[in-house]
T-cell receptor, first 109, second 119 residues
Framework: GQQVMQIPQYQHVQEGEDFTTYCNSSTTLSNIQWYKQRPGGHPVFLIQLVKSGEVKKQKRLTFQFGEAKKNSSLHITATQTTDVGTYFCAGPNGNKLVFGAGTILRVKS | GAVVSQHPSRVICKSGTSVKIECRSLDFQATTMFWYRQFPKKSLMLMATSNEGSKATYEQGVEKDKFLINHASLTLSTLTVTSAHPEDSSFYIC???????????????FGPGTRLTVT
């Protein structure tokens, strides 16, 4: 079945450093979604990318969708302690979403 | 944005008892809700898709008779963990999808989750 792989599993960065998480799907996706889950919280929708090669920005967050629509990345510039949490990518499979394993981001101040 | 509530947020029950978890979409109608289970520092494991007015669709390996799902209205879905055992202890999260539109898949809005502990 469809698989969504995400790396790295963990990332510890110094505050102010950049951070990137990568997502790869075993199949071509109609869209890719990104979610953030703070420690002790629940996943919160961040963004959806639909077009091949699409790039979207939200303040210090930059989201990319690959040309082949099988991979995506989330890049955070100059991380802050508020960026701590787990970042999940997810791709649709029918009316369901298949989530990646997530990347846990820890920021050292 | 869309708000999904979940109740209770935490529950402790004895082994062998049943626990009901409610998931409500507060400001929109959700024809489809999803139930997930999440282990510590792990990803979301989809348990079932809850469709309003029809039977839920369970993922492979999820026992239908153990995890009863009812989606009686466009704003409420319930998950009942029957005859709970300690291994059922977990974080259960529901979500609702606002829109299903062609090639775009509606984003999901998650409830705050329910921490179940079975003693």
């Amino acid at each position: 079945g469809q698989q969504v792989m995400q790396i790295p599993q963990y990332q510890h960065v110094q505050e102010g450093e950049d951070f990137t998480t990568y997502c790869n799907s075993s199949t071509t996706l109609s869209n890719i979604q990104w979610y953030k889950q703070r420690p002790g919280g629940h996943p919160v929708f961040l963004i959806q990318l639909v077009k091949s090669g699409e790039v979207k920005k939200q303040k210090r967050l930059t989201f990319q969708f690959g040309e082949a629509k099988k991979n995506s990345s989330l890049h955070i510039t100059a991380t802050q302690t508020t960026d701590v949490g787990t970042y999940f990518c997810a791709g649709p499979n029918g009316n369901k979403l298949v989530f990646g394993a997530g990347t846990i981001l820890r920021v050292k101040s | 944005g869309a708000v999904v509530s979940q109740h209770p947020s935490r529950v402790i029950c004895k082994s062998g008892t049943s626990v009901k978890i409610e998931c409500r979409s507060l400001d929109f109608q959700a024809t489809t809700m999803f139930w997930y289970r999440q282990f510590p520092k792990k990803s979301l494991m989809l348990m079932a898709t809850s469709n309003e007015g029809s039977k839920a669709t369970y993922e492979q390996g999820v026992e239908k008779d153990k995890f009863l799902i009812n989606h009686a209205s466009l704003t409420l879905s319930t998950l009942t963990v029957t005859s709970a055992h300690p291994e059922d202890s977990s974080f259960y999260i529901c979500s609702a999808s606002i829109l299903w539109r062609g090639p775009q898949h509606g984003e999901q809005y998650f409830g705050p989750g329910t921490r179940l502990t079975v003693t």
